[in-house]
């Protein structure tokens, strides 16, 4: 089996309808795909009418987390979008992203970008608008050659010139409402670096301890030294681990399917969830 637990879709900051994302992933020869957009749950319906007979579909999210200052990012799988006590929390994230967005364009246009919050919605497209879309605008002025170039402390990054703050979730009170509705966490790209600060691996530790279910060890963003730590580090914490693409269409050098989870681990997570079951193809055809 070839499983990819992590890709976006335009209902947040990838650039595949969930329709195409589907698609896409059987096309790709990837038997399970998961759907987790940042802080939405608005792909679902789309998606899942879509799923190819031979592809199953796992529904998810990836929440926006900020612990003692640093961001950090929480994937939740198979839970309940109905839930209210997450979705409330997830609705206070989202409902924050557009006045986040456009205070980050204000100070790019302090630092002598010309961009426009009409460009960034453009970009958007009605998705859930985030530093992405910003990035891609700064794409097209020509201010930086690429999206990941825009991810630095010259510009969008934690603690960058144009980074902005917006509300973001306690990552523990995260865990605690996921669980509430029956899904499974796993924390994304741990030790991305080069996205900005990381928390200690002592804070992973106090994670686990609270109910994190496992840890995204093996990512683009992970060269083998850190693969390699964060791996012993879930042994002895007795965390899951998982791989993903992090996909997102054109907007990042990653293709689906390119790293992903044994399927042993997809098993355990599908075994903890309560709140909702994958969703195995019937020849879907949405958007065709």
């Not at 530093?131 to 934690?158: K, N």
């Not at 979730?169 to 509430?180: G, H, M, N, T």
Request: proline share 5%; aromatic share 4%; charged share 25%.
């Amino acid at each position: 089996m070839r499983i990819d637990l992590h890709c976006h879709s335009k209902a947040s900051d990838g650039t595949d309808t969930p329709a195409e994302l589907v698609r896409n992933a059987a096309a790709a020869g990837l038997d399970v795909v998961a759907l987790t957009d940042h802080d939405t749950t608005r792909g679902y319906a789309e998606a899942i009418a879509a799923v190819p007979a031979g592809l199953t579909l796992v529904t998810g999210a990836e929440l926006s987390c900020r612990l003692d200052g640093v961001g950090l990012h929480m994937l939740a799988y198979l839970f309940d979008p109905e839930e209210p006590d997450l979705l409330r929390e997830r609705e206070l994230v989202r409902d924050d992203r557009v006045p986040r967005a456009q205070a980050v364009i204000g100070r790019l246009r302090e630092l002598g970008v010309p961009i426009t919050w009409e460009q960034v919605a453009r970009i958007a497209a009605g998705g859930s608008v985030g530093r992405p879309h910003i990035a891609t605008a700064m794409v097209e002025l020509g201010v930086v050659p690429t999206v990941s170039d825009a991810f630095t402390t010259e510009w969008l990054a934690d603690g960058g010139r144009a980074h902005i703050q917006k509300h973001e979730s306690d990552p523990f009170e995260a865990i605690r409402l996921v669980k509430a509705a029956g899904g499974v966490t796993v924390f994304a790209h741990p030790a991305a670096a080069k996205r900005g600060r990381t928390v200690p691996e002592s804070a992973i530790a106090e994670l686990a301890a609270a109910g994190l279910d496992g840890i995204e060890v093996d990512h683009m963003d992970h060269d083998t030294a850190t693969r390699t730590r964060l791996r012993d580090l879930a042994g002895e914490l007795g965390l899951l681990t998982t791989g993903s693409s992090d996909y997102h269409g054109s907007r990042k050098a990653c293709e689906l399917g390119e790293i992903t989870t044994d399927p042993e681990i997809y098993g355990e997570i599908t075994r903890r969830a309560t709140g909702a079951f994958p969703v195995p193809g019937a020849g879907g055809n949405a958007g065709t």
